[in-house]
């Protein structure tokens, strides 16, 4: 069983930045894929990156590109999603995921973090 974590979410103006945090507990995460997604009021859980269990690997949902980065401490068995040029439109709860390493292809995550509310202002 995994233990997922997140931290680092607040209230930030637009244009802002914001790095979460997702520390792992009860078994080390450094073979497992890890991904963040976002589920804003009224919407559907959304995928926004991840990172394949090497790190050699990193994708982003088009929303974000260019914007978020997504990494990995193995030795701190943590998951990092660093936000730039925050919009409104990116106020969400976060969630951190974590899977064995097809996961990052499939996006079918097994284990869950309880998720971070991060609130962009205009």
């Known amino acids: 069983q995994v233990q997922l974590v997140e931290s680092g979410g607040g209230l930030v103006q637009a244009g802002g930045s914001l790095r979460l945090s997702c520390a792992a507990s009860?078994?080390?995460?450094?073979?497992?894929?890890l991904g963040w997604f976002r589920q804003a009021p009224g919407k559907e859980r959304e995928f926004v990156a991840a990172?394949?269990?090497?790190?050699?690997?990193?994708k982003y949902a088009d929303s974000v590109k260019g914007r978020f980065t997504v990494s990995r401490d193995g030795a701190k068995n943590t998951v990092y999603l660093q936000m730039n040029s925050l919009k409104p439109e990116d106020t969400a709860v976060y969630y951190c995921?974590?899977?064995?390493?097809?996961?990052?292809?499939?996006?079918?995550?097994?284990?869950w973090g309880q998720g971070t509310q991060v609130t962009v202002s205009s």
């Open positions: 990172i394949s269990w090497s790190g050699g690997s990193t």
């Open positions: 995921a974590a899977g064995p390493p097809g996961t990052y292809y499939s996006n079918d995550y097994n284990y």
């Open positions: 009860g078994r080390t995460i450094s073979v497992y894929a």
